[in-house]
């Protein structure tokens, strides 16, 4: 019996000897939910759907597919011109129109409204800032190449015929000249003319680049709202919440909310809805003969001159554009986002170094009698030039209290923001506004064939 209890004891110990190491030889216990081994991290896709004839606005697109034999996948996965697209964009800078004869081609009624212009032409009458437009869009297209949705569209590209510099032989008057499409400017507001806001589409802005110090304390129809929109960047700017990338942001937008309140306190600016003028690349204004704000100038489309003035800047690379109040004369159907004139049939004369001094609030007798006057010194016109009705009242200083009237006084009551639409628009944009175009019998001419149906237009965005 001793003996077979010595042997189950050391047959025991022999078997817990064996499991000791068996558990220190085995691998650990593999989980019943095993975690997954770390992969590489994907590359960002690109999500949606994408329309290429949106994305390539105007532009004809070739694509072919290329390839040649490699190496293994793995290798080639890492090479990075293993998978490449090359972006080549071809755009044919196009040539100047520099004859009375090739003016005439877009413009044909221009030669006959103007006879003076032949006898301004020279032989090489081609102005520098033509080059400097095109310079302008071909480095904007090499800036943007990798931003496809911000190329140039092909109307933009080819939205200029020509820039010519011209002199009167006998007057010595200088002009340019431009012929191109023309896009709408809504831009711009005035307290003291008119104390209701015309509206804001995209991109609008409460000031133009020509302006002059108020006149009243009447404030500007924007004010309210920009300070309101100052006030709420602030204050996120002061939350201990807002991070520090945010704040960098909100310092820049507060100081330009603070000059924007600034100079709508201070100035007031023209109208697009209301007051003719039309807008200049910035480069035009720091040529050697340079065109500054105010300069007089004509709209000449169809059979009809306009007169107008430089009232606002825009972009390099852009040109051809006037204001809302003109471009509804040529075309009742226009809007902010509609244009009234698509094809490069507009002819913009500007006569340089015209301006008044200071800048003032439009005075649209004045701007016919000015206009007039640089016609005749440049050979006169067969047309009488367009006059511009008065749709809003001059700028008076403020009111001052005014004894009280009596009971039965019947005097008519002041025009207010609230009075009927013939005191002031309806704060809505493109208010209804009595013109020829608007209201002219089926025979008109601009009723009939000189004004194209409205185009749909991407707004040129300006600097302010």
């Given at each position: 019996?001793?003996?077979i209890?010595?042997?189950l ?17 085995a691998?650990?216990?593999i989980?019943?939910?095993p975690?997954?081994?770390p992969t ?13 004839g ?25 090479q ?5 697209l090359?972006l080549?964009?071809?755009a044919?800078v196009?040539?100047?129109?520099k ?11 221009l ?13 090489d009458?081609v ?11 071909i480095?904007?297209?090499?800036e ?17 015929q020509?820039v ?5 032989p006998q007057?010595h ?6 012929q ?16 209701v806001?015309t509206?804001a589409?995209?991109?609008?802005k409460?000031?133009t680049?020509?302006?002059w ?6 404030p ?6 920009t ?8 204050d996120?700017?002061a939350?201990?919440?807002?991070t520090?990338?945010?704040?960098r942001d ?5 100081a330009?909310l603070?000059?924007e309140v600034?100079t709508l ?14 807008v ?6 720091h ?8 300069d ?11 007169p ?5 800047v825009g972009?390099?690379?852009?040109v051809?554009?006037?204001?809302l109040r003109i471009?509804?004369q040529i075309?009742a159907?226009s ?15 500007i006569?340089p ?5 200071p800048?003032d609030?439009?005075?649209?007798d004045k701007l ?14 067969t047309?009488?030039?367009h006059?511009?009705e008065?749709?809003i009242?001059?700028p008076?200083p ?13 005097a008519s ?5 609230s009075?009927t639409p013939?005191?002031?628009p ?24 000189s ?14």
């Open positions: 019996m001793l003996v209890f010595a042997a004891f050391a047959a025991i110990v022999y078997r817990w000897v064996s499991l000791e190491r068996l558990q220190r030889m691998p650990p216990e989980s019943t939910t975690t997954p081994e590489p991290t994907r590359p960002p896709v690109i999500t949606g759907k994408l329309d290429t949106k994305l390539f606005n105007g532009i004809t697109l070739h694509s072919t597919v290329e390839t040649v034999p490699g190496a293994d996948a793995t290798t080639e996965r890492n990075p011109d293993s998978y490449t090359d080549r964009l071809q044919r196009p040539s100047p129109n004859t009375i004869e090739e003016l005439a081609k877009v413009s044909p009624q030669p006959t409204l103007l006879p003076g212009l032949a006898s301004m032409i020279s032989s009458p102005s520098p800032l033509y080059a400097q437009l095109y310079d302008a869009k480095r904007m297209l090499r943007n190449l990798v931003r496809l949705d911000l190329l140039l569209s092909r109307h933009n590209f080819f939205d200029c020509t010519l510099q011209l002199q009167h007057s008057r200088k002009a340019l000249v431009l191109a499409d023309m896009d709408v400017d809504a831009d711009g507001s005035d307290g003291d003319r008119m104390p806001g509206g589409p995209a991109n609008f409460p000031f680049s020509y302006r110090p108020k006149k009243t304390s009447g500007n129809p924007y004010l309210a709202g300070e309101d929109t100052l006030k709420r960047a602030e996120e700017y939350l201990a919440t807002t520090p990338v945010r704040k909100l310092r820049n937008k507060i330009e603070r000059a600034g306190k201070k100035y007031s600016f023209l109208i697009g809805a209301t007051d003719p003028f039309i200049v690349p910035g480069a035009f204004t040529a050697n003969e340079p065109v500054k704000l105010g007089y100038a004509l709209v000449v489309f169809g059979d009809s001159i306009y107008a003035i430089v009232g606002d972009p390099n690379d852009k051809g554009e006037a204001s471009a509804k075309n159907l809007t902010p986002y509609n244009r009234p004139v698509s094809d490069l049939k507009v002819t913009y004369i006569f170094g015209t301006a008044d001094k800048a609030s439009p005075d649209l016919q009698a000015r206009c007039e006057a640089l016609v005749k010194e440049i050979g006169g016109a047309v009488p030039l006059h511009w008065k749709i009242p001059s008076t403020s009111p001052t209290p005014s004894p009280s009237s009596s009971p039965n006084a019947t009551p002041a025009p207010s923001a009075g013939s005191a002031f309806s704060p809505t944009f493109a208010f209804p506004i009595s013109s020829p175009a608007a209201t002219a019998p089926a025979n008109s001419t601009h009723a009939s064939t004004s194209p149906a409205a185009t749909r237009s991407p707004i040129k965005k300006r600097k302010p």
